[in-house]
C-alpha cells in the first residue's frame, strides 16, 4: 500500500490524492509539511510535498509521482495511451504548472493570507497570467476534458492550479481570468461535482484551521 505524504491543503498533494483515488488504488495518509529537519529532508530532500511511499523508498515531485503511478499499470490510466496524445496531455499538465500555477503562488500571500506582495511581483504575475490562460485556451481541447474525452493528468493540475490563479486574478486585480473560456469554466463545474473531489474538498476544509494556525505561528 501506498503512503502519501503531505498535507490536505496543499494542492500538489491534492493532485496526487486525486490520482489515487481515481486509480482506485489503496493509500495511508500521513500529514507532513514542509520543514528543513532531518527527518523531512529524509525523506524530501528539499523538504517539499507531496511525498509518495511506495515499496523501495520515496518518491518526491508532483508530476514524477504521477508518471510512477502510470507506470506501475494500476488502476484506471490518467493519460493516453497514444504517444502523441500522451505528450500533448503531458505538454498541457506542464504548461498549466509554469504559466499559471507558479505565477499565480508568487501572489497567493496577499490574495489568501493578509500578506502584502511588492507591485512589481504583482504586475509581472498579472503579465504572465494573462499569457498563460491565452496559451491554455489555445492549446485545452476542452472535450470536454482538458486534454480531450477522458480524464488526465492535465485535469488534475487544472483542478488544483486554475481556480487558485482565478482567485488571485479577481482579487488582486479585479480580472476573470476565464472570461473568454467557458469552456473551462463548465468543466470545473463538472469536476467539482466528482465524489472524488468533493471528498478531497472536504478534507482541505476540515484542515484549513490548523494549517492557519501553523501559518499565525510562524509570523
Known amino acids: 500500500m501506498f503512503k502519501l505524504y503531505g498535507f490536505a491543503v496543499s494542492n500538489y498533494y491534492n493532485m496526487v490524492k486525486l490520482a489515487l483515488l481515481e486509480k482506485g488504488l489503496r493509500f495511508e495518509e500521513v500529514t507532513f509539511y514542509p520543514t528543513q529537519t532531518p527527518e523531512a529532508l529524509a525523506i524530501s530532500p528539499r523538504g517539499k510535498v507531496p511525498v509518495l511511499g511506495a515499496g523501495p523508498g ?15 499499470g494500476q488502476g484506471a490510466p490518467l493519460l493516453p495511451a497514444d504517444p502523441f496524445e500522451r505528450a500533448q496531455a503531458l505538454a498541457l499538465a506542464k504548461e498549466i504548472e509554469l504559466y499559471i500555477e507558479l505565477p499565480g503562488r508568487a501572489c497567493y500571500g496577499e490574495a489568501f493570507f493578509g500578506a502584502t506582495v511588492p507591485e512589481a511581483i504583482k504586475e509581472k504575475t498579472k503579465a504572465e497570467l494573462l499569457l498563460g490562460f491565452a496559451a491554455l485556451g489555445r492549446h485545452g481541447k476542452f472535450a470536454p476534458y482538458v486534454a480531450g474525452d477522458s480524464l488526465s493528468v492535465a485535469d488534475l493540475y487544472f483542478l488544483y492550479s486554475v481556480p487558485l490563479a482565478c482567485a488571485v486574478g479577481q482579487k488582486l486585480f479585479g480580472v476573470d481570468l476565464l472570461a473568454q473560456m467557458p469552456k473551462a469554466k463548465a468543466l470545473l463545474e463538472q469536476l467539482e461535482a466528482n465524489p472524488h473531489v468533493q471528498k478531497i474538498a472536504a478534507d482541505k476544509e476540515a484542515a484549513m484551521p490548523a494549517f492557519l494556525a501553523m501559518i499565525a505561528a510562524k509570523k
Open 58 to 72: 520515496y518518491i518526491n515531485e508532483t508530476s514524477v509521482i504521477l508518471e510512477y503511478l502510470e507506470q506501475t
